[in-house]
């Protein structure tokens, strides 16, 4: 192996500008929650790949599955071509997920990441309504792509893209651009306007918890009257699962207990299982109206991630899987509520749901702080919001009850420092 020391990554900068300066140190190995750097630290993980290793790191029910296809000499890249690996997540997909929950949905393989899915679900409103906008919400992320972009309410990401505002409108979202009755009223005045004149929007798209935005939650009645809204104005709705979906909230998809029914769900990230690129649309099957090839990608033939996908549903068999995840979420809350009653002179609020919470600052880079001297700790954290005002904690689902305490005991005692 050849010797890779962090100073390569700075000298050469052989990299683009981007933020892996955040964890100074170069990473080799991983397990279920843990990291190791090449000098052989460890490090207890709380990012998981942003939402993309719900399973852990090399789950070793989904390595055993991936080495056997591997020997067996199993085919790696198919394109649209039908595939015993294909066909195998297709049914598994349908049986574990979408019958127990008596959806019916029609699935697409629309390339390897969560902004192909976003692509092709908001071309596909457009194509299925024959209109051009679509509403999104503030603070959202949904890709890096044109279109994607247009529908991510973050001017840095946005500024210098020349992103065709045009076609998006940004409305608030929740109650964190104001009161919930009022953001749906807003919302439904600026439907009745378009009806009376204007073109109504294709669709709305939504995260039901926003992952980059800030770990902002909707509530199961604001979003029960925004589907509603939909209902009634012939707008198609989009969930974005990408990184909320695959259980990071408790149930398989984030919506399933607000008891809405979108038109349109994406998920990535975590679908692949095993950290490989896989991204699926699914669709209410009277909205299949593609011409074969009408939107494709090289890479939605990744049989290696429907493999691993495949596999990592099996855990969905099991009841006990999401008790697990609510159980582990609880700890996580009650840390950040602990930090939060010992600085009552901090202003801060614990949020999120699930495996997915986060405590936000209202005054400066505190959240920064906290993921700095986690790192020192050995702890792997990451920020969110627009304004990185967030520490944000989202470890694998599989995480082990000790490691998770460990973690969170990191997390209070970089707390202490930071604000104590
Ligand atoms: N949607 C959401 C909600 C996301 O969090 C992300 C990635 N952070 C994306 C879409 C884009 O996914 P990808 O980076 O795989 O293109």
């Not at 390595?63 to 997540?89: C, F, P, R, W």
Request: with cysteine; aromatic share 8%.
């Amino acid at each position: 192996k050849p010797s890779i020391k962090l100073e390569l990554f700075e000298k050469l900068e052989s990299e683009v500008r981007s933020y892996c300066r955040s964890f100074p140190t170069v990473f080799s190995k991983a397990k279920n929650a843990k990291m190791w750097d090449l000098d052989g630290k460890e490090y207890i993980d709380f990012f998981a790949g942003a939402g993309s290793l719900n399973y852990g790191h090399n789950n070793e029910r989904i390595k055993q599955k991936l080495v056997n296809y591997i020997m067996e000499d199993g085919i790696t890249h198919s394109l649209d071509m039908a595939t015993e690996a294909k066909g195998h997540l297709l049914n598994t997909f349908h049986e574990v997920i979408l019958k127990p929950r008596k959806m019916d949905y029609k699935v697409m393989f629309p390339g390897p990441t969560g902004t192909n899915s976003v692509e092709s679900a908001l071309k596909l409103a457009r194509k299925v309504t024959g209109r051009e906008t679509v509403l999104s919400f503030t603070n959202a992320f949904h890709g890096m792509t044109l279109g994607s972009l247009a529908v991510t309410g973050n001017k840095f990401k946005r500024q210098g893209a020349g992103v065709p505002l045009h076609h998006t409108v940004s409305m608030p979202f929740c109650r964190y651009h104001g009161d919930e009755a009022d953001t749906i009223a807003y919302i439904e005045k600026y439907l009745e306007d378009s009806g009376s004149g204007l073109s109504l929007p294709a669709a709305m798209i939504l995260e039901t918890v926003q992952g980059e935005g800030g770990v902002n939650v909707a509530s199961f009645s604001w979003m029960k009257k925004l589907s509603e809204l939909c209902k009634k104005y012939g707008i198609l709705l989009i969930v974005d699962d990408v990184q909320v979906g695959c259980g990071r909230t408790g149930p398989f998809f984030s919506f399933e207990e607000a008891g809405i029914e979108p038109d349109i769900i994406c998920l990535s990230k975590s679908i692949g299982g095993y950290g490989l690129p896989l991204a699926l649309t699914l669709l209410k099957p009277e909205l299949d109206i593609w011409e074969p090839g009408e939107h494709n990608g090289t890479f939605r033939g990744n049989n290696l991630g429907f493999i691993a996908a495949a596999e990592a549903l099996s855990y969905w068999e099991e009841a006990s899987f999401q008790k697990e995840i609510e159980k582990r979420g609880s700890l996580i809350e009650e840390t950040m509520n602990g930090i939060q009653q010992k600085y009552p002179n901090v202003a801060m609020e614990v949020r999120g749901k699930g495996m997915m919470m986060g405590i936000a600052f209202e005054e400066g880079d505190l959240a920064g702080e906290i993921c700095k001297a986690c790192f020192d700790r050995g702890l792997i954290m990451e920020t969110a919001g627009t304004d990185s005002e967030v520490a944000k904690v989202m470890p694998a689902l599989t995480i082990e009850i000790d490691v998770l305490k460990e973690g969170l005991a990191r997390l209070a005692d970089a707390a202490d420092q930071v604000l104590g």
